[in-house]
């Protein structure tokens, strides 16, 4: 064990924070789980779905500390290499036809010969922002033509959108506003920004009215993103609104110390509370601290992440850090909001802190991405200790 904690490289406040979560993610993923070992194939037995968690982090900090070793000038070329392949991943996905109650459901893949599931659109969003990034820093102090980005830079983006969009919208549009965030922080002109904007304004709306149009050409779930807007919109209570009544019942009953480790009731009755909403159990049984506590390590990771991205020594790691890490925080933040009812029900989960496998190993995945830029920057600083420079130490320190 001593070996490993001095093979481990990186910020370690990164370290730090992921792991905190990762432990504390296993009381609310236990307790919100009883109900899905009744209901579901757990035979009654809760325990199943702890180990479950468990190993899917163990596996999550296996890829974690794998990733972090590897140079991330690496990443340059593996993003061009990925790209094609998560494009024919989410093409086999697709065409998996797979629907409930009519609608698109082709968000999984069965990985052979272990029977276990993958969401190929998460590994997607790591994968196109990396690749973005690398694009990003290889313009960088050049006249940008808008038609030379056209198919290099927002063709691959368009394509991954493309496919992702009719079983999923709200990965879809996360991916979309993340990409257009990084490419701001990037520099690409803001004129060239707000056509690819309205372009996409207008491809959504095209595929909206398609899918109204001709609802059994292509399964979709327009139906159900337009529900869930209106539902949100309008504010009454309708059956569409069960799951974020009851989230609101959850976090209304917690108060400020909340009920105590295993005790919510909520549990028994929210859909997804192990996942989508196990923000709102957490709020239930730790109360108004306990949502602190998690909103605070976020912003703690955040500000780590920026950290890193303003030391990295090239403009690729900066923007790097910044793609891969800034979707964290989001989907954190989108979680948390679901559940409050400030955004309307998007299926986004809460990062190594919900169960699911796919979504802990693309956090970790891309949190070792930025603890790779991280070491590098370490690494730097040995060497300069090395070479006895008191001025670039001094710099350092200050």
Known sequence: MQTLFKNIKGDRLIWAIAALLAIFSFLPVYSAASNLAYVGGGAGNTFTYFVKHFMHLFLGFAIMYGVHKIPYRYFRGLSMVMIPIVIVLLVVTMLQGTTID????????????????????????VVLMVYVARYLSKIQNKKIAFVETLLPLWAPVFIVLIL????????????????????????YPVKYLAVIIGTGLVALTLFVLVAKAFPDTMPNRVDTW??????????????????????KIAIASGGVRGKGPGKSTQKNVLPQSSSDFIFAIIIEEYGLIGGLFLLVLYSWLLFRIVIV????????????????????????????????????????TLPLISSGGTSIWMTCLAIGIILSVSAKREQMKEQEVNNDNPLEILSETI
């Open 102 to 125: 009519g609608a698109n459901a082709s968000r999984w893949i069965q990985i052979p010969f272990i029977g276990m599931s993958f969401q190929t659109s998460t590994l997607a969003a």
């Open 164 to 187: 992702i969009l009719p079983a999923n919208f709200s990965t879809t549009a996360i991916i979309f506003l993340m990409v257009m965030m990084l490419a701001f922080i990037g520099g």
């Open 226 to 247: 337009m529900s869930r807007v209106e539902n949100f919109a309008n504010g009454e209570n309708t059956e569409a609104d069960y799951q974020s009544e009851n989230a």
């Open 309 to 348: 991205s303003q030391k990295s020594d090239t403009i690729f790691g900066k923007l790097l850090v910044l793609g891969v890490g800034l979707p964290i925080i989001f989907q954190a933040l989108t979680n948390m909001a679901v559940a409050v009812e400030l955004f309307p029900v998007t299926g986004q």
